[in-house]
T-cell receptor, first 114, second 118 residues
Framework: GNSVTQMEGPVTLSEEAFLTINCTYT??????LFWYVQYPGEGLQLLLK?????DKGSNKGFEATYRKETTSFHLEKGSVQVSDSAVYFC?????????????FGEGTQLTVNP | GAVVSQHPSWVICKSGTSVKIECRSL??????MFWYRQFPKQSLMLMAT?????????EQGVEKDKFLINHASLTLSTLTVTSAHPEDSSFYIC??????????????FGPGTRLLVL
């Protein structure tokens, strides 16, 4: 079946530091890949997505590239801000085997200190 | 972007009682809604997929008679936890999808409902 593995948290960084949150996946079909962010007390928000190999999703300074050869979709940001503190979820949606249902990783708590 | 609300945000109940959680899409029509459960420091686990006007599709291992789902309109789905027990205590999150299934579809998530069963 489908699965998503994220690097364990929590991650604590200073403002303006470089961020990488690793995400790898297992899927039997050709999934779309997503990063969702959950700010304290709020629902999950779509941060970025990529629907095919070598696609790069980007939003708010965050980027992730769909790497089929390494089955990865690592999230990066060059300079984090305090306001980026949140929980980040990697997810996949496999049309062929799951009919658009999302499979989530465990989530990674990010704390950015001033 | 599209907004999904949940009510209540917090609920505490006694063991054996039933609890209803509402999920509403506020500014779009949701043909499909999803219900997830999240334990502390764990991932979201899909419980069921709810299509407007038809019966929900439950994931393996989810008791359909315990977690009743009704999707009576294009803007409202409800999850009722029947005869709740302490092990049902969890964070329940819904999401709604506005478009047709496919790579471009986006699910919009509600803020979640925290249930504590005493």
């Amino acid at each position: 079946g489908n699965s998503v593995t994220q690097m364990e948290g929590p991650v604590t960084l200073s403002e303006e530091a470089f961020l990488t949150i690793n995400c790898t996946y297992t899927a039997t079909g050709y999934p779309s890949l997503f990063w969702y962010v959950q700010y304290p007390g709020e629902g999950l928000q779509l941060l970025l997505k990529a629907t095919k190999a070598d696609d790069k999703g980007s939003n708010k300074g965050f980027e992730a590239t769909y790497r089929k050869e390494t089955t990865s979709f690592h999230l990066e940001k060059g300079s984090v801000q305090v306001s980026d503190s949140a929980v980040y979820f990697c997810a996949l949606s496999d049309e062929e085997t799951s009919g658009s249902r999302l499979t989530f990783g465990e989530g990674t708590q990010l704390t950015v200190n001033p | 972007g599209a907004v999904v609300s949940q009510h209540p945000s917090w609920v505490i109940c006694k063991s054996g009682t039933s609890v209803k959680i509402e999920c509403r899409s506020l500014d779009f029509q949701a043909t499909t809604m999803f219900w997830y459960r999240q334990f502390p420091k764990q991932s979201l686990m899909l419980m069921a997929t709810s299509n407007e006007g038809s019966k929900a599709t439950y994931e393996q291992g989810v008791e359909k008679d315990k977690f009743l789902i009704n999707h009576a309109s294009l803007t409202l789905s409800t999850l009722t936890v029947t005869s709740a027990h302490p092990e049902d205590s969890s964070f329940y999150i819904c999401s709604a999808r506005s478009g047709l299934a496919g790579p471009q579809e986006t699910q919009y998530f509600g803020p979640g409902t925290r249930l504590l069963v005493l």
